[in-house]
């Protein structure tokens, strides 16, 4: 059962140009969200997170956008570079308790 | 910023014997560490919660006695793979909650195991 589901297995978008990732939950216990980048044969590295409390959260580049009547999010990219070209997880956590349950990612290509 | 090292990065090893693969958190402390693996092109997947002076937290489906985990110190987790077979080649990945800096984890770089 995957409760933390990314529907779009890869995405290219033009340099300079938005980058927008999906996510959707099934678990409405979910609190906290999370969003990693990862590149092939490396870990995964924190990007930007959200708690439920809020709708929105803004680093840099970066927007993370909480829907909780949907039960979705996503990552806005903006704007996007060729550096942003990796596997994108979006994962979710519950109550506090520290175990992320994953997407299937995203790999967003980045055309110049 | 919170740096995870693993190692090795890779490692080729004959079936029936035994792995060891070590994550450290190089410039903070980290009472819990968590172990995952990663098949091609799927999602990661927790394997175990690592607790620093405790027994770890196994996920469903996981062989406590295969995947072996040692949190012996606040900087260190090991996770061994026992008697290893081709179908445990995988990803291992493990990451680090920084304290107080609750729900983020950082992650290592990953090792590739790869059971002949």
């Known amino acids: 059962d995957q409760q933390v589901k990314q529907n779009s297995p890869s995405l290219s978008v033009q340099e300079g140009r938005i980058s927008i990732l999906n996510c959707d939950y099934t678990?409405?216990?979910?609190?906290?969200f999370l969003w990693y980048k990862k590149y092939p044969a490396e870990g995964p590295t924190f990007l930007i997170s959200?708690?439920?409390?809020?709708d929105k959260n803004e680093d840099g580049r970066f927007t993370v956008f909480l829907n909780k009547s949907a039960k979705h999010l996503s990552l806005h990219i903006v704007p996007s570079q060729p550096g942003d070209s990796a596997v994108y997880f979006c994962?979710?956590?519950?109550?506090?308790?520290?175990?992320?349950?994953f997407g299937t990612g995203t790999r967003l290509t980045i055309i110049p | 910023g919170a740096v995870v090292s693993q190692h090795p990065s890779r490692v080729i090893c004959k079936s029936g014997t035994s792995v060891k693969i070590e994550c450290r958190s190089l410039?903070?402390?980290?009472?819990?560490m968590f172990w995952y693996r990663q098949f091609p092109k799927q999602s990661l997947m927790l394997m175990a919660t690592?607790?620093?002076?405790?027994?770890?937290?196994?996920e469903q489906g996981v062989e406590k006695d295969k995947f072996l985990i040692n949190h012996a110190s606040l900087t260190l987790s090991t996770l061994t793979v026992t008697s290893a077979h081709p179908e445990d080649s995988s990803f291992y990945i493990c990451?680090?909650?920084?304290?107080?800096?609750?729900?983020?984890?950082?992650f290592g770089p990953g090792t590739r195991l790869t059971v002949l």
């Open positions: 990451s680090a909650r920084r304290e107080g800096y609750t729900d983020t984890q950082y």
């Open positions: 690592s607790n620093e002076g405790s027994k770890a937290t196994y």
């Open positions: 678990n409405s216990m979910f609190d906290y």
């Open positions: 410039d903070f402390q980290a009472t819990t």
């Open positions: 994962a979710a956590s519950l109550g506090g308790n520290e175990k992320l349950t």
């Open positions: 959200i708690s439920s409390i809020k």
